[in-house]
């Protein structure tokens, strides 16, 4: 009776075994997971939908205030073999800084100067404690070579943003709630036999077109003596130019020129309130007053305005 019931036990347990191996037979592998799959898009250009059956769209902040999203989408059609990659920058006010598109033989940009104008982002909705944005795009971008434009249009939505690390500070000059100047580029004239700083240069550019350039500083800005300095559009130190683009659209490719840009006079002061180290960033703050004029009749007046710099050059 023993032997019978040993068997038996025996036999059941060699029957579950195989009833589970053919189970696992029959249940194909999940593919792993992508959290990039749930970032969606359609795309247009001159009017005819951009059909790839695969892409991802990698989303992530580009700087440390999470004031500018990146997003890069990578998509092909493996029957032709044909490829796109679309690349661009935003602001969180719903403002394009750059975009281009990499095709097959083929490159289009936005214009390298106000390029807000001619390329517009419509119906943002940004949740940043969510990490999602959507999205509709809609304008015109312009080939590398010959500068022709091609229309483009198209709906995002992000609803996962890929890790980013935090390797500049997040500068600015806050104008007024219209003018948002949220990156700076600096420029350094030098002599180079002696290797002595004659000019620098903080220039910055808004996509709707303004420009804002500190000219004519001796030396860093961190480096000044804390205090109010003066200017006007006849100094030839420490002055400020305001300029707004009035040229037409064109990529980076073709060079602007004098009578792109409508010049004001400008008059007023800067004043640096303090220097101090910020998670390893040499960065000055202080406060702008600015007004502008075109032939004499002020157009901008700013007053008190912020900024914070950093010299990390």
């Known amino acids: 009776m023993k032997k019978i019931i040993s068997f038996f036990i025996i036999f059941s347990f060699f029957f579950e075994v195989i009833s589970c191996n053919s189970d696992d037979r029959d249940i194909e592998p999940e593919p792993p997971y992508d959290p990039l799959s749930v970032n969606t898009f359609d795309f247009y250009t001159n009017g005819e939908k951009l059909e790839l059956l695969k892409y991802r769209i990698n989303a992530h902040y580009f700087s440390c205030g999470q004031e500018d999203i990146h997003l890069l989408v990578t998509a092909y059609k493996e029957e032709t073999g044909t490829s796109v990659e679309i690349d661009f920058l935003i602001n969180k006010y719903g403002k394009l800084k750059r975009f281009v598109i990499h095709g097959q033989g083929y490159h289009h940009y936005s214009s390298y100067y106000a390029s807000d104008k001619w390329l517009k982002i419509k119906d943002l909705q940004i ?3 969510n990490q999602y944005i959507k999205f509709s795009l809609e304008g015109t971008v312009y080939r590398d ?13 992000i609803n996962f943003f890929s890790p980013s690390s935090c390797s500049t500070y997040n500068q600015y000059i806050n104008l007024d709630n219209e003018t948002k100047f ?34 004519g500083l001796k030396k860093n ?28 659209p064109k990529n980076f490719m073709f060079p602007n020129l004098p009578e792109d840009w409508l010049k004001y006079d400008t008059s007023g002061s800067f004043t640096i309130t303090k220097h101090e180290v910020i998670d390893g960033h040499k960065v000055t703050k202080g406060t702008i007053n600015l007004n502008a004029y075109e032939n004499g009749v002020l157009i901008k007046s700013f007053q008190n305005a912020p900024f914070e710099l950093s010299d990390d050059y």
């Open 127 to 129: 949740e940043p404690e």
């Open 182 to 215: 949220l990156s700076m580029d600096v420029w350094k004239q030098t002599i180079s036999e002696q290797g002595q700083i004659i000019n620098v240069k903080y220039e910055a550019n808004e996509p709707d077109g303004w420009q804002f350039v500190l000219n």
């Open 221 to 248: 800005i961190y480096e000044m003596d804390l205090g109010t300095y003066e200017f006007d559009f006849s100094r030839e130190n420490e002055f400020i130019e305001f300029n707004e683009y009035i040229g037409p």
């Open 145 to 157: 070579y010959d500068n022709a434009p091609m229309e483009i249009s198209g709906n995002f939505e």
